[in-house]
């Protein structure tokens, strides 16, 4: 059945649905900074290469953000941004090891944060996993637009 609320997306199978949120990417704008005349590297998708305290390939030339490739969350840029205000400040800190949170916003969200199962596994971790099919842990199977 199909209806103006709802939609249909063949690609690699049926999808029904209700409501869809479609991302097609992020790349940087790097290209248009003429950065090869400053001795800044990017890697082949333009972002600019920066080691684990985001110094660049040119002595004394940070980079931050999503223009550095770090992951692309706001609370990723004000961590870089503390990152590059110790080091202004005399201490030194690094992106080495630290934990990002990810949050997929559905009813019954679902996060994360540090290494998934599989990454802990292969490093040999201790591990601890639960799963459960998604209507026995969540009482809402619809939409909240469809809640009364």
């Not at 003429?34 to 030339?61: A, P, S």
């Not at 990810?102 to 802990?120: H, I, P, Q, W, Y």
Request: proline residues 3%; contains cysteine; glycine residues 6%.
């Amino acid at each position: 059945m199909h209806s103006a609320s709802s939609f249909r997306f063949q690609c690699y199978g049926l999808l029904v649905g209700t409501d869809l949120l479609l991302a097609i990417g992020r790349t940087p704008n790097t290209d248009a900074l003429d950065l090869e005349k400053t001795g800044v590297q990017t890697d082949e998708h333009g972002y600019i290469r920066v080691n684990q305290r985001l110094l660049t390939t040119c002595e004394n030339v940070w980079a931050m953000g999503d223009c550095a490739g770090s992951p692309k969350f706001t609370h990723v840029s004000v961590n870089d941004f503390r990152i590059l205000n110790a080091k202004l400040n005399g201490a030194n800190l690094t992106t080495t090891a630290r934990l990002v949170p990810f949050c997929m916003f559905t009813d019954l969200e679902l996060a994360r944060v540090g290494k998934n199962e599989a990454k802990r596994v292969a490093k040999a971790l201790n591990t601890a996993s639960r799963k459960c099919r998604w209507p026995k842990c969540c009482g809402r199977r619809r939409s909240r637009s469809h809640v009364a």
